[in-house]
């Protein structure tokens, strides 16, 4: 390519570069030569490359003279002082055309400048070589057969970009006059009827409209008879007026600032308005937003209400990548439901701490530092938010974990911080700190060059140190203040499992093992009833108690496998695979000497003795294991089915099977369970379990589990009989309680047709910030057309009734469904709800209705009945950029009370 000011064609063959040079010198010499060049190569697809008929100039009065000498004598000809200091290169589909005469240059069909970072495309370009200037335009409708070219001019620098009807572009000035441009800076388009552009890239528009629709002919927008754009940084406008379809509105703006800049900025976020009886008129979602730096940001929101209600709200994120990225929000409500002097008034104070917190794995091997806290008033969501899961949601939880690992070597040690709080009982348990020391398997016995043929090489030991700092409390009465050392509770515990495998002949896998445990205590309690004062009395002491407890056990377990195959059907074969085991355990009396953990005593006046623990409550679990009274020595039983079938292909191979058949799971499991207490001086027998699950199709998943007795039941005295069933002659065991669970999962195929709209939806900016921020709720996709979740439980139990003196069947059950499907392309209807059989009455319920409406969207949340009775509509533009352009109405569920 010659490095030119001047714009040269190309040509492939040796002919055609000697009549163009024969053309020039020409022209060098007489100034009167006209000529017009044509398309000579088809073999080049049609493209006229410009090299050929570039011409080199230099404007600066400091121009390197021997560069310009070398490249003279390199051309043969000389260059103009006037020549444009980079190179222009020019390309066309169609032709090229020079007029020698009046110095100027045609380019016709698909025409491409380069010109240093410029970037032109149109049908047609006019360069006038004199003045600098190009002219860039659609290519004329001709009589031709070939259809039009309706491809609208582009034009590109830096990160600017727009497409236009008509240009004026001057090379030296790097000035241009631009009509009917379209130009899009992030979220936002410009259409402006005319344009002047000037060299630092800023732009003055006549006639514009400012939206955040792509449509050629946008749905809305905010119309200004002059704006100036500052790219990367703001577009300015004066007074503006709201224009919706194409039809001026009664809103009018004194001016228009529109950020544009690909970084975040700081700015205020507009507030919304609502009206309720309970707290009133309110502004809500106001504040104002910190572009803090590139690695963290801050918002402060806050609501008012005209009746004295208010909250505020700060949200801050960060992220470091290839180190750390987490978000916090912390929020206080103050909620004042009607006046001191009106019945029923209530003031309710609610605060609530969320942060999540993660570190990448590649920062520092073998070290995280997580974090996931949901912390606050029991209260907060059911005062505060219109989010139904987090309505539902009985259970706040927090972790806060260090953990770090050692290489190529078996420890792990973690240390955290947990939270548990129920929001229905309002208590909440705090663990600060819990340390966690863990030494993987290894087999102390084995030598470095030993195989393994001896029997103590296959015995494995590990270790695991367990500490632990507790309290629990109820949030309505919990003080700082108060809370003193004894609040806590806590403990040290060590454990160290050994265990061994064995093959015996050749089918029976055999496992024995024990596992010691060590206690280091910091408190004791005793109760026992006093009978001088019939009260019972608890006698704490605090100071540095230790305890030992172990357990033995061996196990049996093989497999056994029945098949039958068959030769000419769609089923292939069947196979049942048995696994029976039988084990054995046994545990010491931790109530006699010498361990001494268990005391019996008296809880109330004429009762039996009862075997307790001090250290019952413990945070790291209670010495002797539960063993108390006698020592314990059952055997244990077990049966486990699994069913499957195969099936011909008929030649057709997936993923999950060969072309001969596929696998299909028709028993996933089918297990009987119990023990027998030889120890024990009666019920030896333990309860019969019987689990079974199992999946069909992949939609549906169904549970259950059953409890088997098998001894009688004593209806005269109200209890179990120390007889067996068998002992009745009543059969085997009887049933006590039973219960199945199924859950199923329907939804249509995806929608090939909405592939272009989804992707594009999944590439905006919106949807990234949705999923950045966790508001999944909010992301509505329409792929699926339909989409249903359905759950269904059932419990039966046998409870005695001491009037009738027989059993009763206690039935209890409810259902739950959710899902959504699409009324239209654009139109989604998502449900939640359940039926309680038991009071034959609705759960929870919410329906939401979505609209589409392109550059607009809107939504309906509902809560038809119900204490939380309560409505949620908005219609807003999608884009972040103008998120202030919205309609909202609600009515809150206090005002349904």
């Not at 929608?751 to 709209?757: A, I, L, Y």
């Not at 027989?806 to 039935?811: I, P, S």
């Not at 739950?816 to 139109?827: H, I, P, V, Y």
């Not at 607009?856 to 998120?883: C, D, H």
Request: charged share 15%; proline share 4%.
């Amino acid at each position: 390519m010659n490095p030119s000011g001047k714009i040269i064609s190309k040509f492939a063959c040796l002919h055609c570069l000697t009549i163009v040079m024969a053309v020039i010198f020409m022209f060098a010499l007489t100034q009167t030569a006209h000529a017009q060049i044509r398309k000579q190569n088809d073999s080049a697809r049609g493209i006229i490359p410009a090299d050929s008929l570039s011409l080199h100039a230099n404007d600066s009065a400091n121009a390197d003279t021997s560069a310009n000498a070398v490249l003279e004598r390199t051309l043969g000809i000389r260059i103009s002082k006037d020549a444009l200091p980079s190179v222009v290169t020019a390309e066309a589909r169609d032709s090229a055309v020079l007029d020698m005469h009046h110095n100027i240059f045609y380019l016709y069909g698909d025409t491409k400048i380069n010109y240093e970072d410029m970037k032109l495309g149109a049908g047609k370009v006019t360069y006038d070589q004199q003045n600098s200037m190009i002219i860039a335009e659609p290519l004329p409708v001709t009589d031709s057969l070939e259809p039009a070219d309706t491809t609208k001019p582009t034009f590109s620098q830096g990160s600017e970009a727009f497409t236009y009807d008509r240009m004026q572009y001057n090379f030296k000035s790097k000035r241009a006059i631009v009509h009917n441009a379209h130009s899009q800076y992030g979220e936002g388009f410009v259409y402006s009827q005319q344009v002047k552009r000037n060299p630092d890239q800023s732009i003055y528009g006549l006639h514009n409209v400012y939206t955040t629709c792509s449509l050629d002919t946008p749905h809305f927008g905010i119309w200004a008879k002059k704006i100036k754009v500052i790219p990367g940084r703001i577009i300015a406008s004066g007074p503006a007026n709201i224009v919706i379809e194409n039809v001026p509105t009664p809103v009018f703006l004194p001016f228009g600032l529109f950020p544009i800049s690909q970084t975040q900025r700081s700015g205020f976020r507009m507030p919304t308005y609502t009206l309720e009886e309970q707290r009133g008129l309110g502004l809500t979602n106001g504040g104002y937003y910190f572009y803090l730096n590139d690695y963290a940001d801050l918002l402060l929101m806050a609501n008012i209400y005209s009746k004295g209600s208010w909250s505020g709200s700060l949200y801050t994120t960060y992220a470091n990548r290839y180190h750390y990225n987490g978000r916090l929000s912390l929020s206080y409500a103050y909620n004042k439901s009607g006046e001191s002097y009106e019945p029923g008034s209530s003031i309710t104070k609610d605060f609530m701490v969320n942060w999540q917190h993660q570190t990448d794995a590649k920062a520092r091997p073998g070290v995280t530092f997580n974090a996931s806290v949901t912390a606050g008033t029991s209260s907060f969501y059911s005062n505060n938010s219109y989010n139904v899961n987090q309505i539902l949601n009985n259970q706040y939880q927090s972790n806060i974990s260090y953990s770090k690992t050692w290489a190529n070597k078996p420890f792990n040690l973690t240390v955290s911080a947990r939270h548990n709080q129920n929001t229905q009982t309002h208590q909440v348990n705090v663990t600060l700190p819990e340390l966690n020391f863990y030494m993987g398997q290894f087999n102390p016995f084995k030598g470095k060059n030993s195989v393994g043929n001896h029997w103590y090489d296959k015995i494995t030991v590990g270790y695991t140190f367990n500490a632990s700092n507790q309290t629990s409390f109820y949030d309505s009465t919990f003080s700082f203040n108060t809370l003193g050392l004894n609040d806590f509770h806590n403990g040290m515990h060590h454990t160290i499992p050994i265990s061994a495998s064995y093959n015996i002949f050749r089918f029976i896998n055999m496992t024995v093992g024990a596992t010691y445990n060590e206690y280091w205590l910091t408190e004791r309690r005793y109760q026992f009833f006093d009978n001088s004062t019939w009260t019972l009395d608890t006698s704490k002491s605090r100071g540095f108690y230790t305890a030992r407890d172990f357990d033995a056990n061996m196990q049996l377990s093989t497999r056994i496998y029945g098949q039958k195959m068959f030769k000419h059907s769609q089923l292939m074969g069947i196979r049942h695979v048995l696994t029976p085991t039988v084990g054995f355990n046994y545990r010491p009396d931790y109530a006699q000497a010498p361990f001494n953990y268990y005391y019996q005593t008296y809880l109330s006046p004429n009762s039996n003795p009862v075997y307790l623990s001090p250290y019952d409550g413990s945070v790291v679990g209670t010495p002797g294991l539960g063993q108390y009274g006698t020592f314990s020595s059952a055997i244990t039983y077990g049966l486990n089915n699994n069913l499957q079938i195969k099936l011909r292909n008929n030649g057709k191979k997936d993923s999950t099977s060969t072309t001969s058949g596929r696998n299909v799971t028709l028993i996933d499991a089918l297990a009987f369970s119990g023990s027998y207490n030889i120890a024990a001086d009666s019920f030896k027998w333990s309860p019969v379990g019987v689990s079974f699950r199992t999946n069909i199709l992949n939609i549906l998943s169904i549970s259950s589990s059953a409890s088997f007795d098998p001894y009688a039941f004593n209806y005269e005295a109200g209890r179990r009989s120390t007889r067996t069933m068998m002992d009745e002659g009543k059969g085997l065991v009887r049933f006590t309680n039973a219960n199945i669970a199924l859950s199923a999962s329907f939804h249509s195929k995806q929608n090939k047709d909405r592939n272009s709209r989804q992707n594009e939806a999944a590439n905006s900016d919106q949807y990234s910030r949705l999923m950045q921020n966790g508001g999944y709720n909010d992301y509505i996709d329409f792929n699926v057309p339909w989409n249903l979740n359905v759950a269904y439980a059932l419990a039966v139990n046998k409870t005695y009734v001491a009037a009738t003196k027989k059993d009763t069947l206690v039935v209890t059950q409810n259902a739950l469904f959710s899902g959504d499907f699409n009324l239209t392309s654009r139109w989604k209807f998502t449900f939640s709800s359940g039926y309680d059989f038991t009071t034959k009455a609705l759960t929870f319920t919410s329906f939401d209705i979505y609209r589409d409406l392109h550059c607009w969207e809107m939504r309906l949340g509902t809560i038809p009945f119900g204490p939380r009775k309560s409505y949620n509509f908005a219609i807003n533009v999608k884009a972040s950029i103008l998120q202030d352009l919205r309609l909202l109405r609600r009515r809150d569920y206090r005002d349904a009370l």
